[in-house]
Every structure is written in C-alpha cells, then in structure tokens.
C-alpha cells in the first residue's frame, strides 16, 4: 500500500512538471535548423565545436562506441576543441553529412560541430 502511494506521488509530480514546466521552455522563441537561407544563426549551448572536422567526428563516433574516456579527451584538448556558448552568433560556411562549419562574430577561426549545434529562430 505505502509502494502504490509513493508511486502515485511520483506520477503526480511527472505530470506536474511536464503540464508547468515544459511550457515555459517551450514559450521562447521557436528554433529551427540554421541553414544558408537564414540570415542569423545561434550556438547551442553545450555542443562541441572543433578546429578540424575530424575531429568532431572521431568525438561522435567514440561516444557511439561508448568509449566516452576517449571522446573527453578530445573536447577537452583546447587546441582541437571548444564547448559552444549559447546564443552566440554564427555564420554558416558549409553543411553536409551532418555537420557544419561556421565562424562566430567577431572570430577569425572556423569550427565544425553537428548539425544541431547550431539553430535558426
């Protein structure tokens, strides 16, 4: 009986927090894929971005692996990679298979990320 109340609390708590809390992320302006016919473009935050796009390759392709030791060191080496600011503005170059590359305002470096790093409002 006391397993069923506390399970009831929790399913009570779920629905809460998604019937409050998911409409106020979802209240922002709407984003969608960064593409070469959107003049503004945004960082997500978070992402990895790398110098060289093997390299952000080789992240992903470690973390599907589960080889996440590996796929750390790459990221964390500030001379391959960077971890993206959100909302920063970025200026596409070059997409396929996935990936981008861009530049970010006032920046003279190009970096490579996944697709997703990057949105359009």
Sequence with gaps: MKSTKIIVSLSI????????????????????????????????????????????????????EDKLDIAEQIISDDKKCIKLLGNQKAFLQDKGSGYVKFTLRGKDVTLWARRDALFSR
Aim: with cysteine.
């Design 13 to 64: 708590s779920a629905f809460l927090f998604v019937l409050f809390l998911m409409p106020i992320e979802n209240s922002h302006a709407v984003k969608s894929a960064c593409d070469f016919l959107h003049k503004e473009c945004f960082t997500e935050a978070g992402f990895p971005a790398c110098y060289k796009k093997i390299d952000i390759e080789k992240y992903y392709q470690f973390v599907g």
